[in-house]
């Protein structure tokens, strides 16, 4: 946890000594699209691997 938080913090002044803003590349039509984009994938990840889990403790308890 604290390793994430440090690597947040690194990430965050990288991108700041580039003066990249993020608000401009969140807000901007690309950006959206490219963020829409990732939360279908994460989703779609996320049905899968739900259903995969599920697969997975049928089978396993069938057995017994």
């Known amino acids: 946890m604290i390793k994430t938080v440090f690597w947040g913090f690194v990430l965050f002044i990288a991108i700041s ?4 803003s993020l608000k401009a590349i969140i807000e901007s039509p ?5 963020l829409a984009y990732l939360v279908h994938l994460a989703t ?11 697969y997975l403790w049928f089978r396993l308890t069938s057995m017994v």
């Not at 000594?17 to 990249?20: A, D, M, Q, S, T």
């Open 30 to 34: 690309m950006g959206q699209e490219n």
């Open 17 to 20: 000594f580039f003066g990249i």
């Open 44 to 54: 779609s990840f996320w049905h899968w691997l739900t259903l995969y889990v599920q």
